[in-house]
């Protein structure tokens, strides 16, 4: 199985400020990767898909980059309704797996 | 419309099974594959295996295909996780989600609202 790490585990930030999540794969995925965002008590929500393609009526703040082995998700300009857990997952080879997650909280 | 409606919150006894429910509506389950995840207290997400009504194929995680069963039901529309011989540590959130992408590759883009499955003596 593709392991999968993210960091930093927990990330504090502020309204207004721009934020990095990195995540990075075992093998090479090429660009076979999603972002999840999770609220408290609520299922995880399908922001970006295929490393950079946003889902319908996600805000254009969140970009996705990278390839191979190492990912990104960028929040520009954090608002209130941001902050949350970050999980990424790969679907480049059986069985998809996710990465431990990365809460964004209010600094 | 898409949605995935799931059944309500289960306490169980050690050595018991549990049915979870997932009805779909603004799609077709026969047109697309359901994948059931769960995610214990504080913790991250882990797959529990895979469904296709397609062709009935099922794909389960190596450490509980002998205790999870996924099954359909295209004429009403909804899918089951049966998961036997229960322990604390299932103790979770059980989701379902629709899978998008080849068979056995896929992302998730809607998914239930979660069921909570409590084992406890």
């Known amino acids: 199985d593709i392991q999968m790490t993210q960091s930093p585990s927990t990330l504090s930030a502020s309204i207004g400020d721009r934020v990095t999540i990195t995540c990075r794969t075992s093998?090479?995925?090429?660009?076979?990767l999603a972002w999840y965002q999770q609220k408290p008590g609520k299922a995880p929500k399908l922001l970006i898909q295929?490393?950079?393609k946003l889902e319908s009526g996600v805000p254009s703040r969140f970009i996705g980059r990278g390839s191979s082995t190492e990912f990104t998700l960028t929040i520009s300009n954090v608002q209130p309704e941001d902050f949350a857990t970050y999980y990424c997952q790969q679907f480049s080879s059986y069985p998809i797996t996710f990465g431990p997650g990365t809460r964004l909280e209010i600094q | 419309q898409v949605q995935l409606l799931q059944s309500a919150a289960e306490l169980k006894k050690p050595g018991a099974s549990v049915m979870v429910s997932c009805k779909v509506s603004g799609f077709n389950l026969s047109t697309y594959s359901v994948t059931w995840l769960r995610q214990a207290p504080g913790q991250g997400l882990e797959w529990l295996g895979w469904?296709?009504?397609?062709?009935?194929?099922?794909k389960y995680a190596e450490n509980r295909q002998d205790r999870v069963t996924l099954t359909t039901d295209t004429s009403t529309n909804t899918a089951y996780m049966e998961l036997k011989s229960l322990t604390s540590d299932d103790s979770a959130v059980y989701y379902c989600?629709?899978?998008?992408?080849?068979?056995?590759?896929?992302?998730?883009?809607?998914w239930g609202q979660g069921t909570l499955v409590t084992v406890s003596s």
């Open positions: 989600a629709r899978a998008r992408g080849s068979a056995l590759t896929y992302y998730l883009d809607y």
């Open positions: 469904i296709s009504t397609y062709d009935g194929d099922t």
């Open positions: 295929k490393t950079s």
């Open positions: 093998q090479r995925i090429s660009t076979w």
